[in-house]
């Protein structure tokens, strides 16, 4: 008789061998595990109550990095300083006591200018030319000189007090353009914008010269008439009160004017002189 074993090729029965130890292993493996999770379960049963199981410990954040801190300030030195501010000084007090006037000619000029301006408020305010509508009232300034009996000019004894009021508008300017070095060639022969920057300076400076001058004029005037802009109206005072602030509102209103038409006369005058230092055609161009 022949067995059972000999029946079965030998490749069969070594891969039947593989499975089945295979599969004790698998169960063994399975087994393992259930009877650790069935103690961890009890272990955790027998913890105290309010205690937890320990947790693993998170890695601590890294400290912040410290902020730089600023470069130290270098100390003062005063000395220098000082000396910067006394050589400033000296260069501002120079172009009064020492300045440089490239073109000789051109304070002048600005007079001129300055001159026609007051003659055009004058025209403005007598001429019958003017619409009723558009007058300004005849300025304070602007009186009329006495000429020798039988001669009967019409404007011409206004020309004397507008002359002199042009003339000391034309003082403040050119203070103005000193201050601004605007009588340097680099104002006329330069960028237009150099010209009308250092025009604007010079007209800025000349303005407040005007306005602290006419502050003192007027204060001098209402105290030779006994008027008080301070004093506070009262029954006995509101006529003098009244007179004085007449007179300052009647100055202001003469100021503004004053101020507008030479502003714009001299920008006009000044970029006109630029461009001519320009040359033909060059004025124009340049940028």
């Known amino acids: 008789s022949t067995s059972f074993g000999d029946t079965v090729p030998r490749g069969d029965g070594a891969r039947t061998r593989a499975a089945s130890s295979a599969a004790m292993l698998s169960l063994l493996l399975v087994y393992e595990s259930s009877c650790s999770f069935a103690l961890a379960s009890q272990l955790g049963s027998h913890l105290p109550a309010g205690r937890q199981r320990a947790r693993p410990l998170l890695s601590a954040p890294e400290p912040p990095e410290p902020e730089p801190q600023p470069p130290a300030e270098e100390p003062v030195d005063l000395n220098r300083e000082f000396e910067a501010g006394l050589a400033y ?14 073109d000789p000619g051109l304070p002048f000029a600005d007079a001129l200018v300055c001159v026609s301006g007051s003659l055009f408020i004058a ?18 300034w602007l009186t009329a000189a006495t000429l020798p009996g039988g001669i009967d000019w019409r404007g011409i004894p206004y020309i004397l007090s507008t002359i002199e009021h042009g003339a000391a508008l034309a003082a403040c300017w050119i203070l103005g353009a000193l201050a601004a070095s605007a009588y340097e060639s680099e104002a006329f022969t330069g960028t237009w914008q150099t010209a009308l920057t250092r025009t604007w300076k010079g007209g800025a400076f000349a303005i407040g010269v005007l306005i602290f001058s006419t502050q003192l004029s007027l204060y001098l005037s209402l105290s030779s008439q006994g008027l008080d802009p301070y004093t506070i109206p009262s029954q006995a005072g509101v006529d003098s009160n009244s007179a004085a602030d007449r007179q ?12 507008s038409v030479q ?5 006009l005058f000044r970029l006109y002189r630029w461009a001519d230092a320009q040359g033909p055609g060059k004025g124009t161009n340049q940028r």
């Open 89 to 102: 000084g000296q260069q501002i007090k120079s172009r009064f006591t020492a300045p440089r006037i490239d």
């Open 263 to 267: 502003a714009v006369q001299l920008t």
């Open 248 to 259: 300052i509102l009647t100055t202001a209103f003469e100021l503004f004017c004053d101020c």
């Open 123 to 140: 025209q403005w305010a007598l001429s019958p030319l003017v619409p009723t509508a558009f007058k300004i009232p005849p300025p304070s």
